[in-house]
């Protein structure tokens, strides 16, 4: 089944955002910021989960979960830096968007805590769909757990 509606992406929200009770994202619409992602953790602002339904298309219901997971997994490992000055977030931020090893870190980090929230499953299925996606490979792929390191994850 693919989730196509807002109403479903909201339910599948309010049905993952349990595992994660140590923050309180709202899910909101922004077709400005980040215009090339379909959602993103606003983790230097609002500590909102944004998604653009310009580009959002259906995305089956295990990928959604899958997304919310790991997009969690950047809010929970933001908000353990919380003792960071502006100024430290701020050099953080460009440096994910500069650095390729720090943004690979980043990544690779809010997946497993995803997995380790009992999302393993999901970012497994994402993953592996995304890595079928030949521009995703290249540009993306490598930034994330590999198939087998999530499977270990989960054996934890």
Known sequence: MLVET??????????????????????????????????????????????????YGGYSVEEVRGIFAHEFGHLINQAAMKYLSSKEKERRRIDYELNQDYRREIERAADRTAVLRGFGKEIYHLIFISLLDENWRKKRGVEHLSLVEIIRLMKK
Do not use: C, H, T, W
């Open 6 to 55: 807002r109403s479903q992406l909201e339910n599948l929200f309010s049905k993952v955002k349990p595992y994660f009770p140590e923050i309180n994202p709202r899910l909101r619409i922004n077709k400005k910021k980040r215009k090339n992602y379909v959602m993103v953790a606003d983790v230097s602002y609002s500590g909102d989960i944004l998604y653009n339904p310009d580009i």
